[in-house]
């Protein structure tokens, strides 16, 4: 699967994903209960130059599962975020998002990532668990914090790769949705030779 990360222009597609969690994946999303206008809010104010938006689209070009990445502490932490749409779930979407993450801080010399999330998150807390990151737990929130290795020029290319791969995913899934909209409005297969 690939990852791909998000441009400007498609953050809306990240709010419709936000948007489309059910109410009990909103409350583990966000730590907490959020309205449809919080989340609009949220979106139109990620800034792009301090993280990343990085997500898995399906066929119709429709954003299943996303990661939110926050630089702060001048560039030298970062924090994740995690969704993946209900009926993605078990696919290894989370690992995959979390993995890329991972090579997106690492390549900007990241040294630490952490991740923030209820103890009730059990899907966050099992990739916590996963990829060996530190769990501190209080009474309701668990804090987990991964110490991230210096880039190399082999991570730097596993990024740069990964990056062009999805790139090429989603252009080539463009290319089929536009085929299919125009297929279905001209219904090439159903016209007649005239003789």
């Not at 699967?1 to 966000?30: G, I, T, W």
């Not at 449809?36 to 104010?45: L, M, N, P, T, W």
């Not at 290894?92 to 390549?107: C, D, I, M, T």
């Amino acid at each position: 699967m690939n990852v791909k990360s998000l441009v400007r222009f498609e953050l809306p597609l990240y709010a419709d994903h936000l948007l489309n969690l059910p109410a009990q994946d909103r409350y583990l999303r966000f730590s907490g209960h959020v309205s449809d206008y919080s989340i609009e809010q949220y979106v139109k104010g990620i800034d792009l130059t301090s993280g990343v938006v990085k997500a898995i689209y399906n066929d119709d070009l429709e954003i299943v599962a996303a990661v939110h990445v926050l630089l702060f502490n001048d560039g030298k932490d970062a924090e994740i975020a995690l969704s993946v749409s209900p009926d993605h779930r078990r696919k290894g979407y989370g690992h995959a998002l979390f993995e890329a993450a991972v090579k997106w801080v690492q390549s900007r010399s990241v040294e630490k990532i952490y991740s923030l999330c209820l103890r009730e998150n059990r899907p966050m807390v099992r990739i916590a668990n996963a990829r060996g990151m530190v769990i501190h737990h209080d009474s309701q929130e668990a804090e987990a914090y991964l110490n991230v290795d210096k880039p190399t020029l082999s991570t730097l290319w596993s990024e740069m790769l990964g990056e062009q791969f999805a790139w090429a995913d989603y252009t080539n899934k463009q290319f089929k949705v536009f085929v299919g909209r125009r297929n279905s409005i001209f219904d090439f297969g159903r016209m007649k030779k005239v003789s």
